[in-house]
């Protein structure tokens, strides 16, 4: 639905004709290459690609995401001949976008390495650090072959400009060393699917070292192998895929970055697409704890220090937040209602960890409206949803929000879901019957 107000005739047209379809991602479509990065959340390549094509971008034009996540929005700009560039602050994505991004002309070069990286794999017990986190779903000797793996990948693909004196640079790592982990993370995936619980996100510890998963040394660089195969295949499969790619890519930077402290240059960028992190309380970073765990060494902060930075994050923060006035009326009644709600920890708990999302989220979008060009165009993909028998309608917040950064919504399109993770949780079902939600696709102007 447009809005009639709106100044501004290119602009104005460029919004009211974008092709929006639904953001709505179904894994049981993605195959051939995008089939090996199903990371949970996001929208489709489907999606982004037609709504790139619709923009009237023009070759060089910037197109942003700053929660780039498994770089959707970077490997279909890129693939239109578009400059992109992707933030993410968990330094699993940073890999998996980059992976991603590999081109097709690296195909042929997979497999050898592949039989270079498993032959080289050297199990080190004596160099084994006990507390590893592999360690938390996997036997010693398991946990040891597989960090044997890694540490060849890191040895023969990982150079001095991604592991620096000052520290590991994962904006630098190659496309093929990126490639090796998400294969590696998906053979770790598979051998810990036993401990998946429930909510998809969150993989649970077993107590005993007897539950641990375990496998042998040659099974695990099988399957790695097999992954690394079926990969190059499919990447090599890619060159003849209609209407998608052009014969010269445009670049694509992914950088490991925090949208609260990033500094975007002023005015520099044409189109920001990308969908900001749920207010559902997922655990983004406890649903990547397996790859976390694979990349350690590479590693800086812990996952608990990543996790009280994401926005959406299940901790408490540790200083005093106050609402602002710039996050509108909506949100305001919304947090009131929450703070009042007579269920356990609502004034508490829920409410701190609410503010904690709301001013992260009010703070990003400034930083992307100054980085966003006069008469440039923002699309959030955002979804609603409820605490308890609140709706949490986070659409209009951000709506509202944006408005107070100097961002005027021009059109919003929504597409009801009729299954959320919100019933997976019995205990919900006191408070509601249904459990569908709205994503709604916010297109916003900067005057």
């Not at 399957?223 to 690394?228: F, H, T, Y």
């Not at 499919?234 to 949208?259: C, K, M, W, Y």
């Not at 900001?276 to 800086?300: H, K, S």
Request: glycine share 6%.
């Amino acid at each position: 639905m447009a809005n009639p107000g709106l100044r501004g005739s290119r602009q104005k047209g460029i919004v009211e004709n974008l092709k929006i379809c639904s953001p709505k991602r179904n894994c049981r479509v993605q195959t051939g290459w995008q089939g090996f990065f199903p990371y949970y959340a996001g929208y489709p390549e489907t999606f982004a690609r037609t709504l790139l094509e619709s923009a009237r971008l023009r070759r060089g034009d910037i197109v942003l995401d700053p929660w780039n996540g498994s770089g959707t929005t970077t490997y279909t700009a890129s693939h239109l001949g578009l400059t992109s560039r992707g933030f993410d602050l968990n330094p699993v994505m940073v890999v998996v976008a980059r992976a991603r991004l590999l081109a097709a002309s690296e195909a042929d070069s997979i497999e050898p390495l592949a039989a270079d990286v498993i032959s080289s794999a050297r199990i080190g017990r004596k160099s084994f650090d006990v507390a590893d986190p592999l360690k938390w779903w996997f036997t010693t000797d398991t946990a040891l072959s597989i960090r044997a793996i890694e540490r060849s990948i890191r040895r023969r693909l990982v150079g001095k400009m991604t592991m620096t004196r000052s520290g590991t640079k994962l904006d630098r790592i190659s496309g093929m060393a990126a490639t090796f982990y998400v294969a590696l993370f998906s053979v770790c995936r598979t051998l810990a699917k036993p401990f998946q619980s429930s909510n998809p996100t969150w993989l649970r510890r077993p107590k005993k070292e007897e539950d641990k998963a375990e496998a042998p040394h040659r099974f695990i660089a099988q399957q790695l192998a097999d992954n690394l195969r079926s990969m190059a295949a499919a990447l090599s499969a890619e060159t003849v895929q209609p209407n998608l790619l052009v014969s010269d890519r445009g670049p694509s930077e992914i950088s490991h970055a925090d949208t609260i402290s990033v500094d975007v240059a002023a005015e520099s960028v044409d189109l920001i697409l990308t969908s900001p992190p749920y207010c559902t309380r997922i655990d983004y970073i406890a649903a990547t704890r397996v790859e976390l765990a694979i990349l350690a060494p590479l590693l800086q902060s812990s996952a608990e220090d990543l996790g009280r930075q994401m926005i959406g994050s299940t901790r408490v923060p540790e200083y005093n937040i106050t609402p602002s006035s710039d996050w509108g009326a909506t949100c305001d009644r919304f947090l009131e209602a929450l703070q009042k709600h007579p269920s356990k920890a609502s004034s508490g708990y829920y409410y701190l960890t609410h503010l904690d999302y709301f001013s992260k989220m009010s703070i990003s979008l400034s930083n992307l409206s100054k980085g966003l060009k006069r008469k440039g165009i923002a699309v959030l993909v955002v979804q609603d949803s409820f605490y308890k028998d609140q709706h949490n309608d986070l659409p209009t917040i951000i709506g509202e929000m944006a408005e107070a950064q100097g961002l005027a919504l021009a059109r919003r399109e929504e597409f009801h879901l009729r299954r959320t993770m919100a019933g997976i949780n019995p205990r919900a079902r006191i408070y509601r019957a249904s459990f569908a939600a709205v994503e709604s696709v916010l297109c916003f102007c900067k005057n």
